[in-house]
């Protein structure tokens, strides 16, 4: 018996937080039980991590090394666990954002990446991305009205453009897996979007 493993990803003010909420409720009203989770984090351990991540200056590597030793706790202890109860893993954030951060944004070596995704996850990969595609511009008028930005969220609209075009580059290389939703919609239409995926899978 195994559950489904599914991922939330995007720049920062794409709006996927927004969105988690509205999968989940649409997936417990069909019975389905659920974990909610995040990364960096999902552990003490791995929040532990997070926090240093978020708020210390660090390099390019660093980032990756921290973030993928988070998520192998993540995924030992709480992801492949529940999956294998049967129960689905909802995760705002997984290796996706590994490769669109540190490797788009920071431009971390692809290769390098790709040996520590292999390392950590042992060829487990989410049954289903969401990638909340949008313009950085629009990004960042949203970021702007919602909140004050953490380390990561005051980097500049060139790096998010990268970061943008690494997700575009991992979505071309697992197009059944990853989904991408138009996030420049209203939040009626990506959930109208996010819906239809779902019941087009018959989840
Ligand atoms: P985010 O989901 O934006 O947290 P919040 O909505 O609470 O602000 O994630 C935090 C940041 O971590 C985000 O800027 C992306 C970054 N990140 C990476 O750089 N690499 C990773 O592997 C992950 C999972 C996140």
């Given at each position: 018996m195994s559950g489904r493993f599914i991922t939330f990803e995007g720049i920062d003010g794409a709006g996927k937080s927004t969105h988690i909420e509205s999968v989940a409720q649409h997936l417990r009203r069909h019975g389905v039980e659920l974990v909610q989770t995040r990364e960096p984090g999902g552990t003490p351990l791995a929040e532990s991590l997070r926090a240093l991540f978020l708020h210390q200056?660090?390099?390019?590597?660093?980032?990756?090394?921290?973030?993928?030793?988070?998520r192998r706790d993540h995924v030992q202890r709480v992801i492949a666990p529940a999956l294998a109860l049967g129960q689905t893993v909802l995760c705002d954030r997984f290796t996706d954002?590994?490769?669109?951060?540190?490797?788009?944004?920071?431009?971390?070596?692809?290769?390098?990446?790709?040996?520590?995704?292999?390392?950590?996850?042992?060829?487990?990969q989410p049954d289903l991305t969401f990638w909340f595609d949008v313009d950085p511009a629009l990004a960042a008028q949203r970021r702007a009205q919602a909140r004050?930005?953490?380390?990561?969220?005051?980097?500049?609209?060139?790096?998010?453009?990268?970061?943008?075009?690494?997700?575009?580059?991992?979505?071309?290389?697992?197009?059944?897996?990853?989904?991408r939703i138009d996030a420049s919609d209203t939040i009626d239409?990506?959930?109208?979007?996010i819906r239809a995926e779902l019941e087009r899978r018959g989840w």
């Open positions: 200056d660090m390099d390019g590597l660093t980032e990756a090394l921290l973030v993928f030793a988070a954002a590994s490769f669109a951060y540190q490797g788009g944004g920071r431009g971390m070596d692809w290769q390098v990446l790709a040996t520590l995704e292999q390392w950590v996850q042992q060829g487990r004050d930005a953490d380390r990561l969220e005051q980097l500049d609209l060139e790096f998010f453009a990268r970061v943008r075009a690494a997700y575009r580059r991992r979505a071309e290389s697992a197009p059944g897996r990853i989904v239409g990506v959930a109208t979007q």
